[in-house]
């Protein structure tokens, strides 16, 4: 079956660094997206990786492995606003996108 | 650019009653268009995928009859919850891709559904 794995919850305080990671098991493989959704709202694209290795976006890089079935989404200068759940999905080989349960981050003062 | 609309953001219905979603993509054709629907504190799900003038694709488990999509043109996209009922009561998502497979999905804002 397909599967992705990510963390449930995690907690870091703001001005840190923290490294959310995803492992995925699928059916062929099309790119691995990171998304953010705060509560009660829809999820905003932040990365697409479909190579390996690291893309830098201003305080969010995302990294991916393809042989690893790894990435990791690294957030830096944390804000409290970056508080929000943030979503890998991995798009196999039929282009269906598969998607983590998310992983809620909650950052503290 | 690659901004999707959602209307109306929010509803309050009674049951039997029918509700119907628009989703628009605002700055691009959209040749596919997506439906998701997210239970609090759950993962989304995608309901069904709609192609342009083409019947729409459900997921397993989701009832094509009451929940009609229909994508009648490459910028609009529009979700009717027929006879709904408590238990349909969700957050229900759009999003759309504009070209190929692999492009990226925007999403829309999403629309709070509440059946009374």
């Known amino acids: 079956g397909q599967n992705i794995d990510q963390p449930t919850e995690m907690t870091a305080t703001e001005g840190a660094i923290v490294q959310i990671n995803c492992t995925y098991q699928?059916?062929?493989?099309?790119?691995l997206f990171w998304y953010q959704q705060h509560a009660g709202e829809a999820p905003t694209f932040l990365s697409y990786?479909?190579l390996d290795g690291l893309e830098e976006k201003g305080r969010f890089s995302s990294f991916l492995s393809r042989s690893k079935g790894y990435s990791y989404l690294l957030l830096k200068e944390l804000q409290m606003k970056d508080s929000a759940s943030y979503l890998c999905a991995v798009m196999d080989s039929n282009y269906q996108l598969i998607w983590g349960a998310g992983t809620k981050l909650i950052i503290k003062p | 650019g690659a901004v999707v609309s959602q209307h109306p953001s929010w509803v309050i219905c009674k049951s039997g009653t029918s509700v119907k979603i628009e989703c628009r993509s605002l700055d691009f054709q959209a040749t596919t268009m997506f439906w998701y629907r997210q239970f609090p504190k759950q993962s989304l799900m995608l309901m069904a995928t709609?192609?342009?003038?083409?019947?729409?694709?459900?997921e397993q488990g989701v009832e094509k009859d009451k929940f009609l999509i229909n994508h009648a043109s490459l910028t609009l996209s529009t979700l009717t919850v027929t006879s709904a009922h408590p238990e349909d009561s969700s957050f229900y998502i759009c999003?759309?891709?504009?070209?190929?497979?692999?492009?990226?999905?925007?999403f829309g804002p999403g629309t709070r559904l509440l059946v009374l």
């Open positions: 999003s759309a891709r504009a070209g190929g497979l692999a492009e990226t999905q925007y």
């Open positions: 699928t059916s062929g493989f099309n790119g």
């Open positions: 990786n479909v």
């Open positions: 709609s192609n342009e003038g083409s019947k729409a694709t459900y």
